[in-house]
């Protein structure tokens, strides 16, 4: 009986954690083309800037580890922020979380045309209505509900299978070397160049705060389970993002793979490169853009829940308008599923369909939510005269502070910045009309335990 537990958990785990951390390891089909095309394609400063952008990420990931200890019913930054600084603060965090799945939807749905694309190529023509096909299509998927975390996980595990078979043949079989200088010329020193380029690669860390929230759909444990599962998923997503990443660069700066031509993309070129461009291309693609499309998916189904749980009726606490609380009969609130679809319709067509035009408003607002639970965690440790965890949050902090300047610095992520703030005002307002009901910093935790 005891192993029958043990292996009944060990299988839970399994669908939770690779079905979680989708969003990340997805995250480096378009992050490591981002740093390289903010290095001008000089692949020599790739691995540094890679190195910086895992560096936050493992800061920002110590700060997690502690809020699951503070947090293991769920809720995330929200749950963080408004417990620190009261109810009202949790709206910061909650804006710039809906308009970062929005985000992270759009530019998933651009990245997955893009894998198509490479391979083949006589799509590009028709990029844009690839796009919005393949964003119709994940939504009217999530309106058959939120199951599928087994297939979800499945396809995590794909990626990152054929992603180390890829990386496995670019150092130790025979390649196709490409012609790319390993020093492109440029206007910035080696260090400032790095400096400038690693906030574009940060997307790398959007979807790390995901178990926070995400531990509240295991019901079945207690809080000591889900503080491991949670801390558990966190973990291993890191090291199989830093494997991914620091494989994939290496093997780029390898084979001299630099900036792809319009119709590919930087993975896919050194996929082709170091494995020929027959079956295990295909692969590579194919897992590529199935995780896309699950992390699509994914927040498909946890923005309109926020939106759901913030709504009058349906268990919400009363802020939001009671349509956006009903649902269809697979419990899935289809208003704010087409809510959704419109809003990364409207991002997409306005890129062109091109992911790597939306990186940069990316990078900005999730690290508003990171942001706020550093803070908030700072806050708790400070009290409690915890120096050593109080001195990393406060690291972590300014990190993330530095990482946000220098994308704001270059101009059109503010309006990542001003639509979260937009939506964090909104948002409070019609909580102060609504009478400030309690329980809005529960909202990613109400929702997490939904799906």
């Known amino acids: 009986m005891l192993a029958k537990v043990y292996r009944s ?15 990340p390891v997805s995250s480096v089909a378009y992050a490591i083309e981002a740093a390289l095309r903010a290095l001008h394609g000089d692949l020599a400063l790739l691995l540094p800037a890679m190195g910086v952008v895992l560096a936050v ?103 990152v299978a054929v992603g180390s078979v890829v990386i496995g043949a670019a150092f130790l079989g025979p390649v196709s070397h490409g ?48 503080r491991w599962f949670g801390r558990i998923t966190l973990w291993s997503m890191l090291a199989i993002v830093l494997w991914l990443s620091v494989g994939l660069s290496a093997a780029a700066v ?8 319009h119709d590919s993309t930087q993975i896919a070129e050194t996929a082709r490169a170091a494995v020929g461009g027959g079956g295990l291309f295909a692969a590579f693609q194919l897992t590529t853009g199935a995780l896309l499309l699950a992390a699509a998916s994914s927040s ?27 649902t269809n009969r697979h419990h899935t609130p289809y208003w704010g599923v087409a809510l959704f679809l419109a809003a990364a319709g409207v991002t997409a067509v306005g890129a062109g369909g091109h992911e790597q035009r939306l990186v940069l408003f990316y990078a900005v607002a999730v690290f508003i939510a990171f942001l706020g639970g550093l ?42 910045l001003a639509a979260a703030l937009a939506i964090a005002a909104v948002l409070y307002r019609f909580w102060v009309r609504a009478g400030k009901p309690r329980g809005v910093s529960d ?7 939904e799906s």
């Open 9 to 23: 958990r060990a299988v839970l785990l399994f669908a939770f954690a690779f079905s979680v951390m989708g969003d």
């Open 254 to 261: 390898h084979l001299r793979i630099g900036i792809p031509p």
């Open 375 to 416: 803070l908030s965690m700072m806050h708790f440790f400070v009290a409690e005269r915890r120096w050593l965890l109080s001195a990393t949050s406060a690291v972590g902090a300014v990190a993330v502070a530095v990482t946000l300047c220098l994308n704001l610095a270059r101009g059109y992520p503010i309006a990542s």
């Open 57 to 159: 990420v493992l800061v920002i990931s110590f700060n997690y580890h502690s809020l699951y200890g503070r947090f293991p019913e769920g809720g995330g930054d929200a749950a963080a922020t408004g417990r620190a600084f009261g109810e009202g603060w949790a709206f910061l965090p909650l804006g710039a979380l809906i308009v970062d799945y929005a985000l992270t939807i759009a530019i998933s749905a651009a990245a997955g045309a893009s894998a198509a694309i490479a391979y083949v190529p006589r799509l590009e023509p028709g990029r844009v209505p690839l796009t919005l096909v393949l964003l119709t299509v994940v939504a009217g998927l999530t309106m058959f509900g939120h199951g599928g975390r087994s297939l979800f996980a499945l396809m995590t595990v794909a990626f």
């Open 179 to 226: 012609h790319a200088p390993l020093h492109a010329s440029g206007g910035h020193g080696p260090s400032i160049a790095v400096l400038l380029a690693f906030p574009v690669a940060m997307a790398l860390a959007t979807g790390v705060e995901a178990p926070s929230s995400a531990i509240a759909q295991l019901g079945q444990l207690d809080d000591a389970g889900r």
């Open 443 to 449: 909202a990613e935790a109400a929702a997490a335990a």
């Open 300 to 326: 498909f189904q946890a923005g309109p829940g926020v939106l759901k749980a913030l709504a009058i009726g349906g268990g919400g606490t009363g802020v939001l308008p009671a349509r956006l609380a009903i």
